[in-house]
């Protein structure tokens, strides 16, 4: 087989794979600030002590960490129309499934950063007549979010890579753009081959800025 990739040109890039690249971007930034922000939620409801938290919580997280991140896309894109009544369109259900799914791993990061926070900090803020939520805004969330900022974003980088299963329901992100261009111009194997190399160029550089990061906060602490 010979690899032809001179149909490759900026035109193919601005037609067919720009969009894909944006909307992958879009649902990757999207997805990590609700995970998180979800994700903080979930992890102070477990380290709240209430059962009627804590439960509700752990039932969260251990389920959807235990369900394939594809399984979970289809789940949303069929069953949540039915519910509501009318199709979302599978961007829309991309993101909205992301979220909530990312909100499990996220979650589970937190409560490692909260921990890591020693707990004379909580004290410390309840003996100058802070409450709980007011100890964990000011003190403690701080704290967490520094030293768990390189896992959380070594999570983005693995977040950007599974928005390649958005393709299973048919949204046009990245892969599916590079997808595109290979069945016009009839050049499936060169397309992917590219793909790869995008995908592997982008994570492995943001990899990259991850460690020095974490080298950063090393001498920090």
């Known amino acids: 087989m010979n690899l032809d990739f001179s149909f490759l040109s900026w035109q193919i890039v601005s037609s067919f794979i ?4 944006f909307f992958s971007i879009q649902l990757t930034l999207v997805a990590m600030i609700c995970g998180i922000a979800l994700g903080t939620l979930l992890a102070l409801m477990r380290l709240s002590g209430k059962p009627w938290l804590v439960w509700p919580a752990t039932i969260y997280v251990d389920t959807l960490r235990s369900v394939p991140l594809v399984m979970v896309i289809l789940w949303f894109f069929l069953l949540i129309p039915l ?6 369109g599978a961007e829309l259900s991309a993101i909205i499934t992301f979220s909530v799914f990312e909100a499990a791993y996220y979650s589970e990061i937190m409560r490692a950063g909260i921990q890591s ?10 003996a100058v007549g802070m409450t709980y939520a007011q100890t964990m805004k000011l003190v403690v969330l701080p704290q967490a979010f520094r030293n768990m900022l390189p896992v959380l974003l070594t999570q ?9 299963l958005v393709y299973a329901i048919g949204a046009y992100d990245l892969l599916k753009g590079f997808e595109v261009a290979g069945k016009n111009f009839n050049r499936p194997v060169e397309t992917y081959l590219v793909a790869a190399v995008v995908y592997f160029v982008i994570c492995f550089s943001l990899s990259m800025l991850v460690r020095r990061l974490q080298k950063k906060i090393a001498i920090i602490r």
């Open 156 to 164: 983005t980088i693995v977040l950007f890579q599974d928005t390649s």
């Open 18 to 21: 720009a969009k894909g690249f």
């Open 117 to 126: 926070v020693p707990r004379g900090q909580q004290y410390a803020g309840y």
């Open 83 to 88: 519910l509501i009544g009318r199709p979302m």
